[in-house]
């Protein structure tokens, strides 16, 4: 008879998912698991079998801590900003994970979770608010929602990738501008949600150093 397994798997999972913030999801072995818990590799294949399906419930467990952010997020007076500010922080916060959940091919995960899936979700869960904030319809409160996201996904990859720039108050500041544009677009350009319409002007000299960096824009228009 085999000896008593003396960790429960979800003491594990809690293991093996702090191995992956420290060390990513390809630091992420039998024996770095085994360290972890300070034990032998044998517990963890007569609990789940194989690797694979340690992979499998991290990623689980990933995407639970990453549901505190979100609901955090849609808590705030205005839930689809505050859900966009909490993309950010979990990125910020939890890059591994984040990296995990939104920068590695799902196949071989056993979730099927993505970055796309993480945003059809969201957007299901915000288009309420923003079509009664903004007077808004479904089909716009989508786009409306889906061109903001990729902004803040954009901004979050920076962060995990060691490469933005911005503060949160900029990011704030950013995200502010990218909304009300979106929304004037909604409101005042015909065809624009249906992507009917019929393009854009060329883009003044004057626009081009707020295009390239809305940072720096902003501090000179301060002094």
């Known amino acids: 008879m085999a000896p008593k397994n003396k960790f429960t798997k979800e003491e594990m999972v809690a293991a093996a998912l702090q191995v992956v913030r420290t060390k990513g999801i390809d630091g992420l072995t039998a024996k770095t698991m085994a360290d972890a818990l300070g034990t032998s590799t044998q517990p963890i294949f007569t609990a789940f079998g194989s690797m694979d399906t340690v992979r499998q419930e991290v990623c689980a467990a990933a995407v639970r801590v990453y549901d505190r952010y979100t609901n955090a997020g849609l808590q705030e007076k205005i839930p689809f900003f505050g859900v966009g500010m909490q993309y950010i922080r979990f990125a910020r916060e939890e890059p591994e994970l984040y990296r995990l959940l939104f920068l590695t091919r799902a196949q071989g995960q056993g979730q099927g979770w993505s970055a796309m899936q993480s945003m059809k979700h969201l957007q299901t869960l915000v288009r309420p608010t923003l079509m009664e904030i903004y007077q808004i ?6 786009l409306y929602f889906c061109d903001l996201w990729f902004v803040v996904h954009s901004l979050s990859t920076l962060i995990v990738t060691g490469d933005c720039p911005y503060s949160d108050q900029e990011i704030g500041q950013i995200l502010t501008g990218v909304s009300i544009s979106i929304c004037k677009s909604i409101k005042e350009i015909t065809g624009f949600a249906a992507g009917t319409f019929g393009g854009f002007p060329p883009v003044l000299p004057e626009m081009q150093i ?14």
């Open 137 to 142: 319809t479904e089909l716009e409160a989508d």
């Open 210 to 223: 707020h295009l390239c960096d809305p940072v720096s824009e902003r501090k000179n228009r301060r002094n």
